[in-house]
């Protein structure tokens, strides 16, 4: 039996939706290390605090 053309078109949307959000996942995940410094001193916090965020975070997406 063949599908219907309006599944394919679904599949297409979940499949571009799934690598735009592991990109974004991906980027958000170097970008820390980047945004380090400035997390720290904007939100007047201590290092153990962001990497925490950071630990959390990683251990999470992946």
């Excluded at 078109?9 to 380090?36: H, K, N, P, R």
């Amino acid at each position: 039996m063949k599908p219907a053309s309006g599944t394919k078109m679904a599949e297409d949307y979940v499949l571009v939706s799934e690598l735009v959000l592991q990109f974004v996942s991906v980027a958000l995940e170097f970008g820390f290390t980047v945004m380090y410094p400035e997390l720290i001193s904007m939100f007047d916090a201590k290092r153990s605090e962001v990497v925490l965020i950071q630990g959390l975070y990683l251990g999470s997406t992946t």
